[in-house]
Nanobody, 114 residues
């Protein structure tokens, strides 16, 4: 079955960096557009970034542009989200996402205190 397992979250001070990882299993990663969503308390889940099957096309939310980078290594079944210059408003639970079938990981918390 499809599994998406996130890691790399945690508590980081404003201005710091984190790198989230998503290890995929149960399907062939290179056949799928992937992405990262996030959901803050009391807010709707929002797309942070997505990446095409071969990594050639990426899209970012305005809030992520210039600070976050999505990447992938299909041979390693892994998708990453490098997050730099983190702000308190980046605090949320982050979810790995597979576009086809709308599959989600269990999510991982990122906290940036104010």
């Amino acid at each position: 079955q499809v599994q998406l397992v996130e890691s790399g979250g945690g508590l980081v001070q404003p201005g710091g960096s984190l790198r989230l990882s998503c290890v995929a299993s149960g399907f062939t990663l290179h056949m799928h557009t992937m992405g990262w969503y996030r959901q803050a308390p009391g807010k709707e889940r929002e797309l942070v970034a997505d990446i095409s099957r071969n990594g050639g096309i990426t899209n970012y939310a305005d809030s992520a542009k210039g600070r976050f980078t999505i990447s992938r290594d299909n041979a390693r079944n892994t998708v990453w989200l490098q997050m730099n210059s983190l702000k308190p408003e980046d605090t949320a639970k982050y979810y790995c996402w597979r576009q086809r079938g709308n599959y989600w990981g269990q999510g991982i918390q990122v906290t940036v205190p104010s």
